[in-house]
């Protein structure tokens, strides 16, 4: 069992047992050496997801406890990270088919490129609908990556503040019939 998206799903089933209850969820604690116990996989790579959901805000680390080696064994005491789970692992996106460019992709790279824009030349420059592209300034909006910034004759001028880079950012919400 190498391939990390393997490892990324057997890590999620095992943090949605923990924290999923009656169909509905629970902030939980999970540590390194429960997850690699219940899931079957090696330490080293599900050390590094619990890393990236912590970094992707999905996880918080609470502690970082050093266990000695198993007797038998030799060797530096051994990291065992506990995590406090901040939201459903349901809703993670595992990652996404980048052969396809989806309308978010393309509106966030118009962003990109031109700073200030308003929804009518969105639609002109990327081809998607007016719907759509609201809607994702509104998304954009509530996690702080844009703001108005005026108005346009009658559009309202949006105005990028928060570049995060080339890729479109992770956002938390449902994913939308566009991004399908």
Known sequence: MGAPTKILAMVRTVIATRTILDGRFVSGRVSLAEV???SG???RPVLRVLERLAREGWLELVEDVR???APGECGPKRRNPAYLVHRDIRLHRAHQDRSRVTCRDKVWS???AVRRTTVGNLMRLTG????MCREYLRVLLREHYVRRAGRDGRETLWLLVKDAGAR???THEAI???DV
């Open 176 to 178: 939308t019939e566009g």
């Open 36 to 38: 690699v116990d219940a």
């Open 128 to 131: 998607c609908g007016e719907d």
């Open 67 to 69: 266990l000695r080696p």
């Open 168 to 170: 479109r950012p992770e």
């Open 110 to 112: 118009t962003l990109r």
């Open 41 to 43: 996989c090696p330490r």
